[in-house]
């Protein structure tokens, strides 16, 4: 019998190699948009994060969304997400 795989992804944060399901998808909209994907199904490009504040905090001064996005990322952004963060914990 063999073991279902499961696709992971790692935390731009920490660095660390989890279960997709087990983590928070940051997604930018091809209208150039950041949100919480919540289903990991919208269309766009998306980072992972654990779901905590310690590791969004990681990623905001390891430039960890300006990596994976390859652009600059506005304060306003990092705001927002650091709401939805505290509204899901």
């Known amino acids: 019998m063999s073991t279902k795989k499961f696709p992971q992804r790692q935390c731009i944060g920490c660095g660390e190699q989890k279960n997709k399901k087990e983590m928070i998808r940051i997604l930018k909209t091809p209208e150039g948009e950041f949100t919480l994907d919540a289903t990991g199904r919208k269309n766009g490009r998306g980072a992972y994060l654990c779901p905590s504040m310690e590791c969004?905090?990681?990623?905001?001064k390891g430039k960890g969304?300006?990596?994976?996005?390859?652009?600059?990322?506005?304060?306003?952004?990092?705001?927002?997400?650091?709401k939805e963060m505290e509204n899901l914990g």
């Open 56 to 60: 969004l905090k990681k990623a905001v």
């Open 65 to 82: 969304l300006e990596r994976s996005f390859k652009m600059a990322i506005p304060k306003e952004v990092y705001e927002a997400l650091e």
